[in-house]
């Protein structure tokens, strides 16, 4: 949707403004707001000559009282400019012109140099991110290796702690099959001896 006049103007004043900053060196002053016309809200000014009524024609055509009739801008183009003959100095206006092309030039460059600077930055901490991704990955699978290779060595420790238990327990057994073995003939040398 296009912009109103108003609306187009404010954001001509705001953008003229945030690059007042960047065009002009410290120490200039302001610049002036740019006040545009605001179209006609008039009725008439819509209404097409052919549909208006033969009476009403010199409503359009003729100035109200207390209306001072000026050139057209048809007129005022026909008419020759000024030329060199005439005198008029535009060394000023260029001169202007080119310094303010030389400093949208710097400050175009200096946003260059900005942007190159983000580019080089954004591709250093990436390459940074995907190699510590990357190793992330390698070690990840070490672990994982390392974690596999613990649990078949806990497996491996827990049937041989079950042996060890059963071997225990039979050693257990066996000792006490050798004690009441050993009570058994300690009674019958008591026996003998008597």
């Known amino acids: 949707r296009p912009l109103s006049p108003r609306a187009l ?4 004043n705001a953008i003229a403004s945030s690059l007042y900053h960047l065009l002009h060196p410290p120490g200039t002053p302001p610049l002036l707001p740019i006040h545009l016309s605001t179209p006609s809200t008039s009725r ?3 209404i097409p000559e052919a549909d208006t009524p033969p009476r009403n024609r010199p409503l359009l055509t ?13 007129a005022a183009a026909r008419r020759p400019g000024p030329t060199m003959a005439h005198g ?9 012109l080119r310094d303010t092309e030389r400093r949208m ?14 580019v080089d930055v954004c591709t250093r901490e990436s390459l940074e991110f995907c190699t510590r991704y990357h190793d992330g990955q390698k070690d990840r699978a070490v ?5 596999e290779v613990l649990r078949s060595e806990r497996l491996a420790y827990e049937k041989e702690g079950i042996h060890t238990r059963e071997a225990l327990a039979k050693s257990e057994a066996y000792c006490r099959v050798l004690e009441a073995r050993v009570a058994v003939f300690e009674t019958y040398a008591r026996r003998l001896e008597w």
């Open 9 to 12: 103007g404010a954001e001509m």
């Open 44 to 46: 008439r000014a819509g």
């Open 62 to 74: 003729t100035p109200r009282p207390g209306c001072e009739v000026g050139e057209s801008f048809t």
């Open 88 to 96: 008029v100095d535009c060394s000023y206006v260029e001169t202007r």
């Open 105 to 118: 030039m710097a400050a175009l460059e200096l946003v260059n140099l900005r942007v190159s600077y983000q």
């Open 143 to 147: 672990v994982r290796a390392e974690i």
